[in-house]
């Protein structure tokens, strides 16, 4: 889906339509999703936009169990689970 929806934006940034090739492309994609102030257009990459969604779910059940919606189940792919659990430290 990811791949999907790139293919639009590309399309809209290089050719003002909904597709390009890779002759049209003056910019590798890597430099566009870069932040304006590295040399980028500040577009974001939805892949870490939604690795980064994932585990922002994960953190508002873990510190907000008060909010009506922390307790509504979310599917979180195991390995955004597997990297919450490295990245967060647990004191009791």
């Keep these: 889906m990811i791949k999907a929806i790139d293919k639009f934006r590309h399309g809209f940034f290089w050719r ?8 049209h492309c003056p910019i590798a ?3 566009v999703t870069r932040s304006l102030n ?3 257009l500040g577009t974001h990459n939805l892949e870490i936009l939604g690795w980064a969604l994932r585990l922002r779910w994960l953190w508002y ?3 907000d169990i008060s909010k009506p919606w922390s307790q509504l189940p979310t599917q979180v792919p195991v390995r955004a689970r597997a990297m919450f659990r490295i990245s967060v430290i647990t004191t009791v």
């Design 16 to 23: 003002g339509r909904s597709d390009a090739r890779g002759g």
């Design 29 to 31: 994609w890597e430099k």
């Design 38 to 40: 590295l040399g980028g």
């Design 61 to 63: 059940h873990k510190v």
